[in-house]
Antibody, heavy 118, light 110 residues
């Protein structure tokens, strides 16, 4: 089955760190770029970060630049998001998404919940 | 990286036509033909329904259509159905491997 499954969410204190993972199956993982997109009830969807198929190019939203690091392991068909210096406003459901070469998200995971609270 | 502007809500009766707008800038919506739309039912992951402004993925009914004029993209429902009640988000490529989303529109079928 073609799917993405996120894990690694949880409750963390402000200033803390968390590492999210996304396991891909059912397709050739290294044929695609991948992104993280987060979702909050008040702000809807927000693109967070993108990584090229070979990890050569990574990009970040201004809101997370310098604090989050995206990476991938094509041998393990996995995507990661290292989140440091977490803030309350980072609280969200984090989805991983497959990026088509024509710049749209054609496959989404159900998300993993990150709560930043003291 | 400002969010695209969508109306927070829209509504229509079954069988009616409804259009949701998505306004950006020349750096995103107006600069690329890479606008996409996503449908999200409660508790579910977003689902792609329109890509490259006007194209529908396999399995998406032709009552969904997309268009763009200048910095504004639109999603039109031709003949609303009860199952169309959901949240809808637009997204645009914004250059340099970055993206921007709209704030979302909650569609109610009356």
């Amino acid at each position: 089955e073609v799917q993405l499954v996120e894990s690694g969410g949880g409750v963390v204190r402000p200033g803390g760190s968390l590492r999210l993972s996304c396991a891909a199956s059912g397709f050739t993982f290294d044929d695609y770029g991948m992104s993280w997109v987060r979702q909050t009830p008040g702000k809807g969807l927000e693109w967070v970060s993108d990584i090229q198929w070979n990890g050569g190019i990574t990009t970040y939203a201004d809101s997370v630049k310098g604090r989050f690091t995206i990476s991938r392991d094509n041998a393990k068909k996995s995507l990661y998001l290292q989140m440091d210096s977490l803030r309350a406003e980072d609280t969200a459901l984090y989805h991983c998404a497959r990026v088509d070469p024509y710049w749209y998200f054609d496959l989404w995971g159900r998300g993993t919940l990150v709560t930043v609270s003291s | 990286q400002s969010a695209l502007t969508q109306p927070p809500s829209a509504s229509g009766s079954p069988g009616q036509s409804v259009t949701i707008s998505c306004t950006g800038t020349s750096s995103d919506v107006g600069g690329y033909n890479y606008v996409s739309w996503y449908q999200q039912h409660p508790g579910k992951a977003p689902k792609l329904i329109i890509y490259e402004v006007t194209k529908r993925p396999s399995g998406i009914p032709n009552r969904f259509s997309g268009s763009k004029s200048g910095n504004t993209a639109s999603l039109t429902f031709s003949g609303l159905q009860a199952e169309d009640e959901a949240d809808y988000y637009c997204s645009s490529y914004a250059g340099s491997n970055s993206f921007v989303f709209g704030g979302g529109t909650k569609l109610t079928v009356l």
